[in-house]
C-alpha cells in the first residue's frame, strides 16, 4: 500500500534546507532523525489519503486494484499503520528539538486537511504542495531549532514543484473527477489550460530556487544544478502533451525524483567543494 519511495521523493528537499541551515553537513545524529521524520510523516500521509479515498478509488478503474478498495489490506489494518507511522514522526521531532515535537502535530493537521480538499477546492494541488513544503522547512527547525524566514523560497519552490508534477498526474482522471464532483485543475479548465498551469508552477519553482542560491551566496556547483534541474523541466514538460498522454508515467515518476535529487547533489557540492 505504501512504497518506501514515496518517502525518498521528498527527501532531498529536505536535506537541502539541512546542508543551508548547518552551513554544511548537519550532525549524524540530525540527518538519522531528519530521515525517520520524513518517513514517518509521509507514510502516515499516504496510509491516511488511502483510507479517506477508499470510496473514490473503488469507484475509479484506475485505482480500484489498489489494496485498500480490493480488500487485500483492512482498514482497521491501515488506521493502525498510519498512527504508528505519525507516532514515529511526533518521537523522531521529539529527538531533534523542541520546537520540532510543538510544531508537528500541525503537520499532521495540514496532511489531514489535504486529503479532502478535492472535494471542494481544485487548489488542492497548491495544498499539498503546502503540505510536502514541511520537509525543507522541518529540516531548517531540526538543524536550526529556529524558524527563520530565508528558508521560505525553498518551502514555496517545493510548494510549486508538488502542485506542478500534481497536476500532472490528475491528467490521468480529468473525466473520472468531473462525473463524481471532484475538484482538480484538470477538471476544472480542461487538459490544454492543466499543462499551461503546470509550466507556470514549475517555471516558479525554478525561479524560487534561484532567489534561493542568491539569498545563500551560493556558488557554481549550485547554478550548475540549476541549469540542469531546468533542462530537466522541459525535457518534463516535453513529454507531456495535451493530445498524448501516454508517457505521462514516465514524467510524474522519473523527472521529479531527477529533479528532486540535482539540487540536492549540486548543493552539497556547493558546500562540499
Request: positive net charge; proline residues 3%; glycine residues 6%.
Amino acid at each position: 500500500m505504501i512504497k518506501f519511495s514515496h518517502s525518498i521523493f521528498a527527501l532531498p528537499f529536505a536535506f537541502t534546507a539541512a546542508l543551508m541551515a548547518a552551513s554544511g553537513i548537519p550532525s549524524a545524529k540530525q540527518i538519522f532523525w531528519i530521515i525517520v521524520a520524513m518517513v514517518g510523516a509521509r507514510s502516515g500521509a499516504m496510509g491516511l489519503n488511502r483510507i479517506i479515498d477508499i470510496k473514490i478509488d473503488a469507484a475509479n478503474p484506475r485505482t480500484a486494484n489498489r489494496e485498500l478498495p480490493s480488500g487485500r489490506i483492512k482498514t482497521s489494518n491501515a488506521v493502525l499503520f498510519a498512527l504508528i507511522s505519525f507516532a514515529v514522526l511526533i518521537f523522531a521531532a521529539y529527538m531533534l528539538n523542541p520546537l520540532c515535537l510543538k510544531l508537528s502535530p500541525i503537520a499532521i493537521a495540514v496532511l489531514f486537511v489535504y486529503s479532502y480538499t478535492k472535494r471542494f477546492t481544485w487548489l488542492s494541488h497548491i495544498v499539498l504542495g503546502i503540505a510536502i513544503s514541511a520537509a525543507p522547512v522541518g529540516a531548517w527547525i531540526a538543524v536550526k531549532g529556529a524558524f527563520n524566514a530565508e528558508i521560505l523560497p525553498v518551502a514555496f519552490a517545493v510548494v510549486f514543484w508538488l502542485a506542478g508534477f500534481d497536476v500532472l498526474y490528475a491528467l490521468q482522471d480529468v473525466e473520472f473527477d468531473r462525473s463524481l464532483g471532484l475538484y482538480s485543475i484538470p477538471a476544472r479548465f480542461g487538459v490544454k489550460d492543466a499543462l499551461l498551469f503546470s509550466r507556470v508552477f514549475h517555471l516558479i519553482t525554478w525561479g524560487m530556487l534561484a532567489v534561493t542560491g542568491l539569498i545563500f551566496g551560493l556558488g557554481i556547483f549550485y547554478w550548475f544544478g540549476m541549469a540542469a534541474a531546468g533542462g530537466l523541466f522541459i525535457y518534463e514538460h516535453s513529454l507531456v502533451k495535451a493530445n498524448d498522454l501516454s508517457r505521462l508515467d514516465m514524467a510524474f515518476f522519473n523527472m521529479n525524483g531527477y529533479i528532486s535529487m540535482t539540487v540536492f547533489v549540486f548543493t552539497l557540492l556547493d558546500y562540499l567543494v
